[in-house]
């Protein structure tokens, strides 16, 4: 080497983009993290009641729900915020760690206080799972070509939502497996897949040193985020039973509205240090994208709430029964998440694809609000494609156009948002959509009984005495006479066992107000389609996160007044880092660091576009 050479001031290191075949490998481990979150949000549902009663705890059941729900909301704004700063495969790895610790003690657990306990622990790791997946894609991949991979996390969650209920009914319903409880197995699944994916994880991803970024931990957002989000998830949980107008419920809107406003106070005080800064509203792009995950989450996780009730009620299927009916769900999921991804990919425009997304969710919850006791199987298979289609379509270009508008310093914190504010709305939208279903269910049945009562075949059936040999149908016609009240709702597995004919009103009264929630969800996704029209849509990056940020350290580290005659000397190769064991190479850092320029940041850098 000459001496020169070896004297001189080393090219800033600059980021190759992995490989397609690199890429898929890290993925195999992102995505089994990843997995891991997704599946448990449905797994857990179809085998709560047979938990509960084993461990003689089912009025408590929706604390054990609650629990991982807060823990998983609170902490993913802090993982994308704490990942700018401090790296984020550390944080992966943490939030790995924490969820398989939480998943093994769950599966030991000897009470529902326990367990509910257990699953908050699971929670603190899930916050981090799906949030830093797709922020460590963006990463690796500049927005053009981070598309069309996108759509494999999409899959991911997609066959996590059709998996859930069916592994959960096949654990929940086994008395014994390797002399085990059978529903432990709903935890206990989590351990090996998630010490693969730690395994993996730490063997194939390995990224640059960055310029280590100094910033304050922002601990007053952190505690008014918590007193802020903590009352209002546990409401919107419990209000139902407590009542939305009842003290508890009250004192829990006043603590989470005095809990918003210190947020708000804490993010204004902290400004570029804040968990979420309040400067990436003013990014019209993030704004935007912001209302449009909350009204998503809303009628996406709020309608879909009650498709798996209709299944199972009206039409009287298994959990397994239903997830499996809702395959097709998930392939309009993963055809959409493909289109977008690989048109996006080729042509850099993205925004036409929630804007037909949206449109085609409104579609689908309109067809779904057609729903009566008799629909065939293959409208219901119609229906769940166009909706699941606009979903695959929507949700992955959401997060690439908040992510490509936003400063790369703040990919992580932009994207972790997305997701908190998509999770919100979805919290929400439950809370409010099975609200409203069973405040009105009562009714609705006892329309459908009214007017039934005359037909030969309801007669019939108060009149027949092997029927009213059954102390389940006798409840019921007595109260039809007039001599009682109808059964609790609280536990609808008594309409399976009642004769059809009296079952009949129940079930036409449960499908008319599922329809009404999805037609108020149909009406909520058209604020929706509105949102993404607005949309601003911006020419996509060509580099990655991690050129972005390399650039900025090199500009951060050049000199101060460098003579302009002299041309700084370009490095077209050299070894820089290896991702997935293959060594990368420096490429042009001009073009990095004109697109790190471009985007927008806090007020004092760079102006908001």
Known sequence: MPADAATATPAPPVFHPPTHREIRTILGGLMLGMFLAALDQTIVATSIRTIGDDLHGLSLQAWVTTAYLLTATISTPLYGKLSDIYGRKPFYLLAIALFVTGSLLSGTAGSMYELALFRGLQGLGAGGLMALAITILGDLVAPRERARYQGYFLAVFGTSSVLGPVIGGFFAGADEILGITGWRWVFLVNVPIGILAFVVIQRVLHLPPLRRVEHRIDWPGALALVMALVPLLIVAEQGREWGWSSGRSVAAYATGAVGLLLFWLAERRAEQDAILP????????????????????????????????YLQIVRGQTPTEAGLTLIPFTVGIMSGSVIAGQTTARTGRYKVFPVIGTMLMVVGALLFSRLAVETPFWQIFASSVVFGLGLGLTMQPLVLAVQNAVAIRDMGVATSSSLFFRQMGGTLGTAVFLSILFSTVGGNIRDAF?????????QAALTDRAVLADPANAAVAEAIRGGGSLPSLDDSSFIGALDPRLAQPFLEGFAQSVDLVLLIAACIMVVGVVLTILLP????????????????????????????????????????????????????????????AAAPGPPADLPDR
Request: glycine share 12%; net charge negative; charged share 20%.
């Open 450 to 458: 009214a007017r039934l009562l005359p037909t030969p075949d309801l």
């Open 537 to 596: 849509e911006l020419p996509l990056r060509t580099v990655s996160g991690i050129e972005g940020r390399l650039a900025e350290g090199a500009d951060a580290d050049a000199p101060p007044a460098a003579d302009p005659a002299v041309e700084t000397p370009r490095t077209a190769g050299g070894p820089v880092t290896a991702i997935g064991g293959v060594t990368a190479t420096v490429a042009d850092a001009d073009a990095a660091r004109r697109e790190a």
């Open 278 to 309: 309040l400067y990436l509203f003013r990014n019209r792009t993030f704004g935007v994208g912001a209302a449009a995950n909350v009204v998503i989450g809303l009628g996406m996780f709020g309608g879909l709430a009650t498709l798996p009730l």
